[in-house]
DNA sequence: CCACGGATTGGCT
DNA sequence: GCCAATCCGTGGA
């Protein structure tokens, strides 16, 4: 049985939420849309954990927004911020962990010609602008047309899933801090492929 | 009920 | 490098 190419099974995702965030690196996140096939490499993410970290969405308790994350594993969580900008996360752990893994970026393999659509709505100007297309977790969801509508989206199901793809080496892994927060900004739980030329910041 | 600020981005200095 | 844009979820009153 090939383990390559073949879609990521619930009892993937329902695993501790920093483990979840590293193997997830490498794999390939695929979004259907119609006969339209968008997908790409993931390259860099951030893990979320409610129960004892103060930067998470989920460190207050279940709200309206968030509760998809207090859920099991295997759901999209989609939260909308800044006025603008949409963000895509993958929901890890047993019913009640609230945790969730933020998609930060990834390398676009297929339907680079709609992203380019979605994100500029024109054709790229220059070299250079390929890669800003999906080097960001607003950018990756502009470029996905990922919105609300996909909020709780089932990962096993046909419109948004990923695939499995061979876990990268602990070497070729960069660990760091979060980007972009406040709270809880020591904890060394983002994660993203070393030299890959889609990760947001170094 | 309302004020605050955010898991960002892109444009301007 | 710095900062404004731009909503709406959240939490304090």
Known sequence: ???SNQKLKKSFYT????????ELLGKIIVKRDGSKILS???????????????????FRGKTERNKIMFGAGGF???????????????????????????IRAVEPLTG?????????????????EKFNLTSGPGKLC????????????????????????PKIKPEEIVVSRRIGIIKSVDLPWRFYIEE???????
């Open 142 to 165: 502009r470029a996905f047309a990922i919105t609300m509508d996909h909020y709780g989206t089932d990962l096993t199901g046909d419109d948004i899933y990923i695939l499995n793809s």
């Open 1 to 3: 049985m090939k383990k």
């Open 40 to 58: 790409g490499r993931i390259a860099e993410v951030e893990a979320y954990d409610g129960s004892i970290d103060q930067a998470a969405h989920t």
């Open 76 to 102: 999209l969580y989609v939260y909308f911020t800044y006025g603008n900008h949409y963000c895509c996360n993958i929901v890890t752990g047993e019913e009640g962990s609230g945790t969730a893994v933020l």
């Open 196 to 202: 890959n030329p889609y990760v947001s910041k170094k």
């Open 112 to 128: 680079i010609d709609i992203m380019i659509k979605n994100r500029f709505g024109r054709d790229l100007l220059n070299e250079k």
């Open 15 to 22: 695993r501790n939420v920093l483990i979840v965030a590293k």
